[in-house]
């Protein structure tokens, strides 16, 4: 596979602003499938804001952005901005797994039809199918058994699980993670690392906004700091994290 081939996010001079306020500043930005990119900085550095964009929740007002061989958007040579098309968004949204800090789960559905809900509804499986395929996936994350409780009866860790079982089930060829464990209470974080974990090591290409450094150093491949809408540092997780920059350090003192 040519090195162009195997990335799956390719970002080179990504801008964003919301008004006048410029909220990324020139992201430049790679993960190659079966990379685990985890991205930490301060509260408005722009790290929810690229994520965004990564699925097109966010359109780009200039620089380049291809994530899994869709341009999502570009800057023409005269200057003007061009956005992706021709495609299909829902349907490209479909290979990119996003789990958020909020779970979003259906209230007044259990976790199965839950997970269920989108494949009878964007991938059209029958409702059988739906039922099959969403039993697997709760099996993935170890809910088998709690498939017919509904959100309120499933702990936070739990609710996270499903929505990550959610994600999974549309077969996403990345999966985006915006701060999953920062709503938990402390005891139930480690459940949904691990979880986060064991999809890593079955080689899903994951992007992981979280400042849970230790599971950057355990599962990550490259950790980048955030800082004020650019990229201040990206590194492996171990040399990031001894990193003598008087910013990045004093962050993740912080942190730690
Ligand atoms: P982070 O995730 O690093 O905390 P965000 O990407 O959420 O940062 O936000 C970066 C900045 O952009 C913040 O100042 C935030 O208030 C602003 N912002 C984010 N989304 C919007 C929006 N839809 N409209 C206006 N401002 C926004
Ligand atoms: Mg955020």
């Known amino acids: 596979m040519s090195e162009s081939n195997s990335l799956l996010v390719q970002a080179k001079g990504v801008r964003k602003s919301f008004g006048t306020h410029e909220v990324l500043k020139g992201i430049d930005f790679q993960v190659h499938k079966g990379e685990v990119s985890v991205i930490v900085g301060p509260s408005g550095s722009g790290k929810s804001t690229f994520l965004r964009a990564m699925n097109g929740l966010e359109l780009i007002d200039a620089g380049s952005l291809i994530v899994d061989g869709e341009q999502v958007g570009y800057s023409l040579s005269d200057g003007r901005y061009r956005e992706w098309g021709d495609g299909d968004w829902a349907k490209f949204r479909s290979r990119i797994g996003m789990v958020f800090q909020r779970f979003n789960l259906y209230a007044h559905f259990d976790a199965l039809e839950n997970v269920a809900a989108s494949l009878i509804h964007v991938k059209k499986l029958s409702k059988a199918k739906a039922r099959e395929r969403a039993r697997e996936q709760l099996d993935r994350v170890g809910l088998a058994d709690h498939s017919h409780k509904r959100p309120h009866q499933l702990s936070g860790g ?51 906004v979280t400042h849970e450094v230790g599971f950057a150093r355990e599962v990550g491949d490259s950790l980048a700091f955030f800082d004020e809408g650019i990229v201040m540092e990206k590194d492996e997780p171990e040399l990031l994290l001894k990193t003598e920059n008087p910013r990045v350090r004093s962050f993740l003192d912080r942190v730690r």
């Open 158 to 208: 739990q609710q996270q699980r499903v929505a990550i079982a959610r994600a999974l089930a549309m077969d996403p060829d990345l999966m985006l993670f915006d701060e999953p464990t920062s709503a938990l209470d402390p005891e139930l974080v480690d459940e949904v690392l691990e979880t986060m974990k064991a999809l890593a090591e079955g080689g899903m290409t994951m992007v992981v």
